[in-house]
Nanobody
Framework: VQLQASGGGLVQAGGSLRLSCAASGRTFMRYSVGWFRQAPGKEREFVAA????????YYADSVKGRFTISRDNAKNTVNLQMNSLKPEDTAVYYC???????????????????WGQGTEVTVSS
């Protein structure tokens, strides 16, 4: 499956952005999909994920209550709605897919087989 992330941009603190991860080649329905981010000088970190099985959602504590991950099966996309953005959310955001139900390893980028190219989010204070 090929992934294409989009929707990044520059936004003021408190604003919102909606990232989208589009899949081609395969349906997203049989994949768990995760969003990760990497800020300058930092390691890539887990942000949110959506399991193929039952559609369970999982979030990092730092974004819980502000970000929402969802699946649009008709468009074969997984979206990340980001509200109440903070300067510390500034990073390059990546979507990734794993052909398995969400599991304990799904919090780690090494367990994802497919990656999009990243979309940059900058939150100004």
């Amino acid at each position: 499956v090929q992934l294409q992330a989009s929707g990044g941009g520059l936004v003021q603190a408190g604003g919102s952005l909606r990232l989208s991860c589009a899949a081609s080649g395969r349906t997203f329905m049989r994949y768990s999909v995760g969003w990760f981010r990497q800020a300058p000088g930092k390691e890539r970190e887990f942000v949110a994920a959506l399991s193929w099985s039952g559609g369970g959602t999982y979030y990092a504590d730092s974004v819980k209550g502000r970000f929402t991950i969802s699946r649009d099966n008709a468009k074969n996309t997984v979206n990340l709605q980001m509200n109440s953005l903070k300067p510390e959310d500034t990073a390059v955001y990546y979507c990734a897919a794993d052909p398995a139900p969400f599991h304990s390893g799904s919090y780690y980028d090494k367990n994802y087989n497919y990656w999009g190219q990243g979309t940059e989010v900058t939150v100004s204070s």
